[in-house]
């Protein structure tokens, strides 16, 4: 699987204010990708797309607030053609 690795910034609403987070994507050993967000210096979730749904691995995000990141990444990554 080729995932994009470059690190990228997008804005999405967080407890109710816009937050910039910083998006890395990442691997498991098995090769399924999900990315890590951060925000200022915490990691606040990591989420991955799995068959067409966003899903939190890890963290306390609400479940519409990670469909929020997930759809700012899915139009991220078309926006640059990035294929994961």
């Known amino acids: 699987m ?8 997008i804005e999405a ?3 109710g204010k816009r937050t910039q987070i910083q998006v890395t994507p990442a691997e498991t050993t098995d090769g399924v990708a999900f990315y890590k967000c951060t925000a200022g210096s915490d ?3 990591q989420i991955r797309n799995d068959e067409g749904f966003w899903k939190q691995v890890w963290g306390d995000l609400s479940d519409e ?12 990554q078309e926006k640059n053609k990035i294929v994961s």
């Open 43 to 45: 990691e606040i979730t």
């Open 13 to 15: 609403t967080i407890g």
């Open 65 to 76: 607030e990670v469909k929020a990141i997930g759809a700012v990444i899915d139009s991220y």
């Open 2 to 9: 080729e995932t994009g690795k470059e690190q990228f910034s």
